[in-house]
């Protein structure tokens, strides 16, 4: 054959590529119906839940603020409610106001009275998927502070320690506990470093000590799963009180070498533990 002529398709060749082109369409019109039932079956993503976080006694919502920034970055909405700490019912019901604002799934966290305050403030909402206590107190149903403080044979001293001040409008026999200063570190926070320490005892907030007596409500963490932050170097709740806590609700425990403000001193092991619950 001559190259420079056009090159002749025959007839059964012509019949040959068609019937090709006929089985790639029917492929593809195969293909495509799977495909789309196989995203119909596929789950649709859910969404992230909102992490709220409620501090305790003697701190502020500052006390959150390297987990937030850690949970910010890995695209987390973060709520980091200012506590009242005017009494367990009050606080509880404030939380929990909060909480019917939001919609879709919480995680709940709480440090140290914040843990009371929590176990209270979820019981009733179905959007509270889990429950993170930090150094906490998770009570049980009629419990008090200061009889949780008792649990495993542990003991506290922060009631020695305690400077009390009269507020305005208190109920009778009433009155603000705050820490006294020159025992906050020793109790508190002694693995942070002396500085910060001492900032942290000059802005304390102080609570209103009718809270240690205050029976708690039905506990949330029978029905919501929980995750348990113990920390071992805790002079403010004893660490067998926390231990003993965490085992009675149930909650996945990791322990930690802390003093009781874990999630400062250690707030990438805290952010990895609310990880693990949101996730």
Same mark, same amino acid.
């Given at each position: ?11 059964? =060749? ?29 789950? &649709? ?23 937030? $920034?850690?949970? *910010? ?17 009050? /606080? ?6 909060? =909480?019917?604002?939001? $919609? ?34 998770? =009570? /049980?149903?009629?419990?008090? =502070?200061?009889?949780?403080? $008792? ?5 506290? $001293? ?32 002694? /693995?942070?470093?002396?500085? *910060? ?6 802005? *304390?907030?102080? &609570? ?69 619950? &949101?996730?």
């Amino acid at each position: 054959m001559n190259p420079s002529q056009p090159r002749r398709i025959t007839r059964p =060749l012509r019949v040959a590529l068609a019937l090709v082109g006929v089985a790639a369409v029917t492929a593809v019109s195969v293909a495509l119906p799977a495909a789309a039932d196989d995203d119909a079956r596929r789950p &649709a993503p859910q969404p992230k839940p909102t992490i709220v976080l409620v501090h305790g006694a003697f701190a502020d919502s500052s006390g959150w603020n390297e987990v937030t $920034e850690r949970l *910010q970055k890995r695209g987390y909405t973060v709520l980091a409610v200012s506590n009242p700490l005017r009494g367990l019912t009050t /606080d509880a019901d404030y939380v929990k106001s909060i =909480l019917a604002t939001i $919609e879709g799934p919480i995680v709940l966290v709480g440090h140290s009275y914040g843990g009371a305050v929590i176990t209270n403030a979820a019981t009733g909402n179905p959007n509270v998927q889990s429950l993170v206590y930090v150094a906490a107190y998770a =009570l /049980d149903a009629g419990e008090r =502070l200061i009889d949780a403080n $008792e649990l495993g044979g542990g003991h506290s $001293e922060l009631a020695d320690h305690l400077v009390i001040r009269p507020y305005p409008g208190a109920p009778e026999g009433d009155a603000d506990g705050y820490i006294d200063p020159a025992f906050f570190r020793e109790l508190f926070a002694a /693995d942070l470093p002396k500085k *910060q320490a001492a900032v942290l005892a000059a802005s *304390q907030r102080p &609570a209103a000590l009718q809270a240690l007596f205050t029976p708690s409500g039905e506990p949330a963490w029978k029905t919501i799963p929980s995750w348990y932050i113990v920390a071992l170097q805790d002079n403010t709740i004893p660490p067998e009180a926390e231990r003993a806590m965490a085992e009675r609700a149930g909650s996945t425990t990791l322990e930690l070498d802390s003093s009781h403000v874990a999630m400062m001193s250690h707030p990438g092991e805290v952010t990895g533990v609310i990880l693990d619950a &949101a996730e």
